[in-house]
């Protein structure tokens, strides 16, 4: 089993940035991929960022490509989501993702084995 517990969540005004953090624990080893997904209010969940826990590759998708920036730190089993010219419709619970194999998209979540409890995200207009 992975645990995994995310920090870092807020509220910031338009425009601001805020870093959140997902710290692994238990048996992170063999981790294939690490990343973020979100959920607003009344909506399903979207995929935000993932990374190659070996090669360091990230992924994400166009609505937060080149403000949202995804690291990890392997040494600590941590993996950081950097989010940059937050805009409202980021506004959402963001959980932090783990899975130990390739199998599947990587862009679903249902391709992910472990999930960490959420963290809440507010950008105010």
């Known amino acids: 089993q992975v645990q995994l517990v995310e920090s870092g969540g807020g509220l910031v005004q338009a425009g601001g940035s805020l870093r959140l953090s997902c710290a692994a624990s238990?048996?992170?080893?063999?981790?294939?991929?690490m990343g973020w997904f979100r959920q607003a209010s009344g909506k399903e969940r979207e995929f935000v960022a993932a990374?190659?826990?070996?090669?360091?590759?990230?992924y994400y998708p166009d609505s937060v490509k080149g403000r949202f920036t995804i690291s990890r730190d392997n040494p600590k089993n941590t993996v950081y989501l950097q989010m940059n010219s937050l805009k409202p419709e980021d506004t959402a619970v963001y959980y932090c993702?783990?899975?130990?194999?390739?199998?599947?998209?990587?862009?679903?979540?249902?391709?992910?084995?472990?999930w960490g409890q959420g963290t809440q995200v507010t950008v105010s207009s």
């Open positions: 993702v783990a899975r130990s194999s390739y199998s599947g998209n990587l862009y679903r979540h249902t391709s992910y084995d472990y």
């Open positions: 238990g048996r992170t080893f063999g981790t294939k991929n």
């Open positions: 990374i190659s826990w070996s090669t360091g590759s990230t």
